[in-house]
């Protein structure tokens, strides 16, 4: 069985506003690294990043046809690194599944939208088979069966009664496969231009990967049901061998995906020593509030030149009430010692859009707000998505928003 993981172009979406990322970062696909160590002799696999090379649909359809696909895996989302914050439309991926079906080739999707609102995603880009849940060890066990045995749980189809796969034990997980990605050139991922900048003068490759999956927080506009929930971490012998096979690809810059990187223990401050020994840069996403004047130091020292805390507002009230009951003060003296140690230009702060008034309304926010980077998006399954529904009086019927 021929199967084509395949990244669509992300910038081919024809909406006039789109939620889509106006430029979607290019990065490794990590989930289906991970998947594609895990099949079985019967599957010979190939991968496409369409939206790394800026392809046409017409010129997809070429490379589907060339390669001769039977399955075509895709994601309703850029890359594992955007698994939180994905698009909202569909528009993409549902113009990828008429391709398909004119192809007569099967089609399958992972992704968030499948994940939370199964039914609802299925009618609107009409794939033929979706994963529901984290896509690694169930993907695997369907494309092993042969797509015979489509009752494993987290596989559905439409007709089919809805199951979600179980959160995976990632020291489970292989070490993902370079192999597939080795014709492409991606990014190394930062937002900061200086970090960028740094990077491209030095020549150093950058991947992605993760320590730890999941969350030991709350905050009400997450978006991780049934994914990246249950916090877990990957052991050290499993951190070790990674970070070689990276080293061993020529990497020297790594991003950690994970939601929080820098809650204090034991297994981080073994992974810290380990990326020093390995002379090898790294980058990572951060809670203010569980850090330290000590993990700041470990950072730097093992190597770390990039942090992004998620930080969301500076003012009380609002942290209060998104479930960010933190110290306002304490979190000014850790942003001001991450500035004085890595440079403010290698520290960004996520800060979110509180002033749309249905989000104002709902939290019961009157104070005046200071300028916001980023807009909270409604998704479904979240505590925001939920009270935006209910304000507009959107009922949710056999798993079809209506």
């Known amino acids: 069985m021929k199967v084509l993981f395949l990244v669509p172009n992300w910038g081919l979406h024809e909406l006039k506003y789109t ?5 979607a970062p290019c990065t490794q696909p990590l989930e289906f690294m991970y998947i594609a160590k895990l099949l079985n002799t019967n ?65 399958i999707a992972i992704g968030p939208h499948c994940t939370v609102s199964p039914e609802e995603t299925m ?50 997980l292989p070490t993902p496969d370079y ?61 070790k061998k990674e970070i070689a096979e990276i080293k061993a690809k020529g990497y020297n810059y790594i991003f950690f995906i994970d939601e929080i990187f820098n809650i204090p223990s034991e297994e981080l401050y073994e992974l810290l020593e380990l990326l020093k020994d390995s002379s090898m840069l790294f980058g990572c996403q951060a809670r203010p509030d569980v850090m330290t004047f000590e993990v700041i130091d470990r950072l ?22 998104i479930n960010k009951n933190i110290d306002l003060n304490e979190i000014k003296r850790i942003i001001a010692y991450s500035y004085i140690v890595f440079g403010k230009e290698n520290i960004q702060l996520g800060i979110l859009n509180f002033n749309t008034e249905d989000i104002r309304e709902i939290l019961t926010i009157s104070e005046k707000l200071p300028l916001s980077l980023k807009n909270i998006r409604p998704y479904p399954g979240s505590y925001f998505g939920e009270k935006i529904f209910e304000s507009y009086g959107i009922k949710e019927k056999n798993g079809n928003l209506q």
Request: aromatic share 10%; glycine share 4%.
């Open 179 to 239: 192999s597939i990605i080795k014709r492409y050139k991606y990014d190394s991922y930062s937002w900061s231009e200086k970090v960028q900048s740094i990077l491209c003068e030095r020549n150093i490759k950058g991947t992605i990967a993760e320590f730890s999956r999941g969350c030991q927080f709350n905050c009400i506009f997450c978006l991780r049901e049934h994914f990246r929930k249950e916090y877990r971490r990957k052991n050290l012998k499993q951190m």
């Open 43 to 107: 599957c010979e696999y190939d991968f496409l990043d369409a939206n790394l090379e800026g392809l046409s649909w017409e010129e997809i359809k070429n490379e589907i046809t060339k390669y001769r696909a039977e399955v075509v895996i895709f994601s309703t989302t850029i890359s594992y690194l955007q698994w939180r914050c994905p698009p909202l439309d569909l528009e993409v991926p549902r113009k990828l599944v008429e391709i398909c079906k004119e192809l007569q080739c099967i089609s």
């Open 123 to 172: 009618e609107t880009i009409k794939v033929d088979y979706m994963i529901l849940g984290e896509p690694e060890i169930t993907l695997s066990q369907f494309l092993n069966s042969g797509m015979q045995d489509d009752k494993i749980k987290g596989v559905f189809a439409k007709g089919k009664k809805i199951t979600h796969s179980d959160e995976v034990d990632i020291n489970k």
């Open 19 to 23: 939620t889509a990322t106006v430029k």
């Open 300 to 321: 730097k020292k093992a190597g770390c030149i990039y942090i992004e805390y998620g930080l969301e507002s500076f003012s009380e009230s609002v942290l209060k009430k």
